[in-house]
C-alpha cells in the first residue's frame, strides 16, 4: 500500500503529539501523587510534634506525675482531650497493639494495619487507602513518655478533595493538551498542505515531460528550498529540451549525411561506369575491325584517349575531395597576397575566355593578404572564372572584383549568362551537378564547385550565389583577411 507524504506527515504528527501527551500525562501524575504524598506526609509530621505538645500539656495540666503507671486509667479522658484539640476521630491502642477504647465505635480500626505495626515500634506512620472514589489516610503516632511507648494513637482522615482537585488538574490538562494537539496537528496539515501543493505541481511537471511535453510553464514563486527547486527544475527543463533538440538535429544531420553518402556513392558509380563504357565499347570495336579502317582505328582511338582523360579527372578530383575531407590541404597555409593570386588566374584564363568569345574585366584591390594555401585559392578562382566562362552568353564580359571590407577579403565572380535556374541553386555546391541546359559543352565532372566549398570551408570563409535568372550568376566568396 502506497502512502503519500502528506498521510505520512499525518501520522508523524499524530503519533508525535500523541506521545508526547501520554508523556505529559504520566509525569504530571506522577508529580501529583507524589505532592499529595507530602502533604500527607506534612500532616503526619505536623501531628506527630502535635501529640507530643498535647500529651505533655495533659500531663502537666492534671498533675500526673508516672504516664506509665496511670494510663490505664487516663486513656479514656486523653483521648477525648486529644480528639478535640486535634479536632480528629481516634483511638488509642495499648503498647502491645490492643485497643483501648472505641469512643466512635470503629469497627475499621479493630484491624490492625502496616502503619499500626510501625507505631507500635515507636515510628510514626501512615498508610493510604483508595476506594473508588475515596481516599483515605491511615495515621498511627507512637506515645512516648520518658522514652518508654505508652501506646499508639490512631486515626483515619479523608483525602477524597486533595486527590479530585489533582485529578481535576489532569483532566483539565489532558483537555487542554488535546486541544493544542488537534490545533497543532490542524495547523500541521495546513503548513504541509502548502508545502506539498507545489511538490505535487512538479510531480506533474515531472510526469508531463516524460511524455514528451516541455511546453510547461513552472508557476511556482516561493522563496524558499522549494522555489529553488522549482528554478532548478526550470534550468533542467531547458536543458533537457535542448539536449533532446540537439539529438533531433543531429540525428537529421546523420540521416542527411547517410542519404548523401548514398546518393554521393550513386552517383560516383555513374560517373566512373560511363567512360568505362564506352573505353570498353570501342576497344571492343577496334579488336572486331580491320585495321585497314585507318578512319575508324583512329575515331576509336581518340574516344578512347578522351574518356580516359575525363576518368583520369574524375578519378583526380575525388582524391582532392578526399584530401579536403580529411583536413589535408597538403602545404601548409602561410600569408599570401590574394590580390596577386586573383589577377594572374585572369591572366592565364584569359586565351580560353578569348576562345569562347568572352572577356574578363577584373577590379582588384592591391596589396590584400590573407592566410591560406596558394595551390587550393588558386584552384577556386580557376574553377569560378571558368565556369563564368562556360555559362557567359557569347560576347559578354566576366567581372573579377576583389576589395577589403570589415576584416574580410571580398572576392565576386559576375557573368552575364542565363543564369542559374531557382529551383536549382540550393543543389549547385552538391557533388556532380551540372547545369546541362546552360552548359555550353559536356566537359566536367560537377564536382568543381563542390570542392570549392570544401576549400574556402577549410579557410574559414563563406562562398555563396546571388542570382537573376536569364541575366547571370553572381559568385561571392568571404576570407578573413591578414595584415
Same mark, same amino acid.
Given at each position: 500500500?502506497?502512502?503519500?507524504?502528506?498521510?505520512?506527515?499525518?501520522?508523524?504528527?499524530?503519533?508525535?503529539?500523541?506521545?508526547?501527551?501520554?508523556?505529559?500525562?504520566?509525569?504530571?501524575?506522577?508529580?501529583?501523587?507524589?505532592?499529595?504524598?507530602?502533604?500527607?506526609?506534612?500532616?503526619?509530621?505536623?501531628?506527630?510534634?502535635n501529640v507530643k505538645i498535647?500529651?505533655?500539656?495533659?500531663?502537666?495540666?492534671?498533675?500526673?506525675?508516672?504516664?506509665?503507671?496511670?494510663?490505664?486509667?487516663?486513656?479514656?479522658?486523653?483521648?477525648?482531650?486529644?480528639?478535640?484539640?486535634?479536632?480528629?476521630?481516634?483511638?488509642?491502642?495499648?503498647?502491645?497493639?490492643?485497643?483501648?477504647?472505641?469512643?466512635?465505635?470503629?469497627?475499621?480500626?479493630?484491624?490492625?494495619?502496616?502503619?499500626?505495626?510501625?507505631?507500635?515500634?515507636?515510628?510514626?506512620?501512615?498508610?493510604?487507602?483508595?476506594?473508588?472514589?475515596?481516599?483515605?489516610? *491511615?495515621?498511627?503516632?507512637?506515645?512516648?513518655?520518658?522514652?518508654?511507648?505508652?501506646?499508639?494513637?490512631?486515626?483515619?482522615? *479523608?483525602?477524597?478533595?486533595?486527590?479530585?482537585?489533582?485529578?481535576?488538574?489532569?483532566? /483539565?490538562?489532558?483537555?487542554?493538551?488535546?486541544?493544542?494537539?488537534?490545533?497543532?496537528?490542524?495547523?500541521?496539515?495546513?503548513?504541509?498542505?502548502?508545502?506539498?501543493?507545489?511538490?505535487?505541481?512538479?510531480?506533474?511537471?515531472?510526469?508531463?515531460?516524460?511524455?514528451?511535453?516541455? *511546453?510547461?510553464?513552472?508557476?511556482?514563486?516561493?522563496?524558499?528550498?522549494?522555489? *529553488?527547486?522549482?528554478?532548478?527544475?526550470?534550468?533542467?527543463?531547458?536543458?533537457?529540451? /535542448?539536449?533532446?533538440?540537439?539529438?533531433?538535429?543531429?540525428?537529421?544531420?546523420?540521416?542527411?549525411?547517410?542519404?548523401?553518402?548514398?546518393?554521393?556513392?550513386?552517383?560516383?558509380?555513374?560517373?566512373?561506369?560511363?567512360?568505362?563504357?564506352?573505353?570498353?565499347?570501342?576497344?571492343?570495336?577496334?579488336?572486331?575491325?580491320?585495321?585497314?579502317?585507318?578512319?575508324?582505328?583512329?575515331?576509336?582511338?581518340?574516344?578512347?584517349?578522351?574518356?580516359?582523360?575525363?576518368?583520369?579527372?574524375?578519378?583526380?578530383?575525388?582524391?582532392?575531395?578526399?584530401?579536403?575531407?580529411?583536413?589535408?590541404?597538403?602545404?601548409?597555409?602561410?600569408?599570401?597576397?590574394?590580390?596577386?593570386?586573383?589577377?594572374?588566374?585572369?591572366?592565364?584564363?584569359?586565351?580560353?575566355?578569348?576562345?569562347?568569345?568572352?572577356?574578363?574585366?577584373?577590379?582588384?584591390?592591391?596589396?590584400?593578404?590573407?592566410?591560406?594555401?596558394?595551390d587550393d585559392l588558386k584552384?577556386?578562382?580557376?574553377?569560378?572564372?571558368?565556369?563564368?566562362?562556360?555559362?557567359?552568353?557569347? /560576347?559578354?564580359?566576366?567581372?573579377?572584383?576583389?576589395?577589403?571590407?570589415?576584416?574580410?577579403?571580398?572576392?565576386?565572380?559576375?557573368?552575364?549568362?542565363?543564369?542559374?535556374?531557382?529551383?536549382?541553386?540550393?543543389?549547385?555546391?552538391?557533388?556532380?551537378?551540372?547545369?546541362?541546359?546552360?552548359?555550353?559543352?559536356?566537359?566536367?565532372?560537377?564536382?568543381?564547385?563542390?570542392?570549392?566549398?570544401?576549400?574556402?570551408?577549410?579557410?574559414?570563409?563563406?562562398?555563396?550565389?546571388?542570382?537573376?535568372?536569364?541575366?547571370?550568376?553572381?559568385?561571392?566568396?568571404?576570407?578573413?583577411?591578414?595584415?
Amino acid at each position: 500500500m502506497k502512502f503519500s507524504i502528506r498521510d505520512k506527515l499525518i501520522f508523524s504528527y499524530t503519533l508525535l503529539v500523541g506521545i508526547s501527551f501520554l508523556i505529559m500525562i504520566f509525569f504530571i501524575n506522577k508529580s501529583i501523587l507524589r505532592n499529595n504524598e507530602n502533604i500527607i506526609l506534612n500532616d503526619l509530621s505536623r501531628i506527630d510534634k502535635n501529640v507530643k505538645i498535647y500529651t505533655e500539656q495533659y500531663l502537666i495540666i492534671n498533675d500526673i506525675k508516672d504516664m506509665n503507671s496511670e494510663f490505664t486509667k487516663i486513656h479514656k479522658n486523653f483521648l477525648e482531650d486529644l480528639n478535640q484539640k486535634l479536632v480528629e476521630r481516634g483511638v488509642l491502642y495499648f503498647d502491645g497493639g490492643k485497643i483501648a477504647n472505641d469512643t466512635h465505635n470503629m469497627d475499621i480500626y479493630s484491624e490492625r494495619s502496616e502503619a499500626l505495626q510501625l507505631a507500635l515500634k515507636r515510628k510514626s506512620s501512615c498508610s493510604i487507602y483508595f476506594n473508588g472514589e475515596y481516599v483515605t489516610a *491511615d495515621f498511627s503516632i507512637p506515645i512516648i513518655y520518658k522514652n518508654k511507648l505508652i501506646g499508639v494513637y490512631r486515626f483515619l482522615k *479523608d483525602y477524597t478533595k486533595l486527590y479530585q482537585s489533582g485529578y481535576f488538574i489532569i483532566r /483539565s490538562i489532558s483537555i487542554f493538551a488535546l486541544i493544542t494537539g488537534f490545533g497543532i496537528i490542524v495547523i500541521s496539515l495546513i503548513i504541509s498542505s502548502k508545502m506539498l501543493k507545489p511538490l505535487s505541481k512538479l510531480r506533474d511537471y515531472s510526469i508531463r515531460m516524460a511524455d514528451g511535453d516541455f *511546453d510547461i510553464e513552472v508557476d511556482i514563486k516561493s522563496k524558499d528550498e522549494i522555489g *529553488d527547486l522549482a528554478q532548478q527544475f526550470t534550468k533542467m527543463r531547458h536543458q533537457i529540451h /535542448s539536449q533532446i533538440k540537439a539529438i533531433l538535429i543531429s540525428h537529421e544531420k546523420l540521416s542527411r549525411i547517410e542519404n548523401y553518402r548514398k546518393q554521393f556513392f550513386d552517383n560516383v558509380t555513374h560517373e566512373l561506369k560511363t567512360p568505362l563504357t564506352i573505353i570498353s565499347g570501342f576497344a571492343q570495336m577496334i579488336e572486331d575491325t580491320d585495321y585497314s579502317d585507318r578512319e575508324l582505328l583512329q575515331r576509336g582511338i581518340s574516344y578512347i584517349q578522351d574518356e580516359s582523360q575525363r576518368l583520369q579527372r574524375l578519378v583526380q578530383k575525388l582524391l582532392d575531395i578526399s584530401r579536403h575531407n580529411l583536413g589535408n590541404t597538403g602545404d601548409t597555409f602561410k600569408i599570401l597576397c590574394i590580390s596577386d593570386l586573383i589577377a594572374s588566374v585572369c591572366e592565364e584564363m584569359e586565351v580560353k575566355a578569348k576562345r569562347h568569345e568572352v572577356t574578363i574585366y577584373r577590379d582588384i584591390e592591391y596589396n590584400m593578404y590573407v592566410n591560406g594555401n596558394h595551390d587550393d585559392l588558386k584552384s577556386v578562382f580557376i574553377n569560378l572564372i571558368d565556369n563564368a566562362i562556360k555559362y557567359s552568353f557569347e /560576347s559578354t564580359c566576366i567581372e573579377v572584383t576583389a576589395h577589403k571590407a570589415e576584416g574580410q577579403i571580398k572576392i565576386i565572380a559576375k557573368d552575364y549568362g542565363r543564369g542559374i535556374p531557382e529551383n536549382l541553386l540550393d543543389k549547385v555546391f552538391e557533388p556532380f551537378f551540372r547545369d546541362k541546359v546552360n552548359l555550353k559543352t559536356e566537359e566536367g565532372t560537377g564536382l568543381g564547385l563542390f570542392i570549392t566549398k570544401q576549400i574556402i570551408d577549410n579557410h574559414n570563409g563563406v562562398i555563396f550565389i546571388t542570382n537573376i535568372e536569364h541575366q547571370g550568376t553572381c559568385v561571392h566568396v568571404h576570407i578573413p583577411a591578414e595584415s
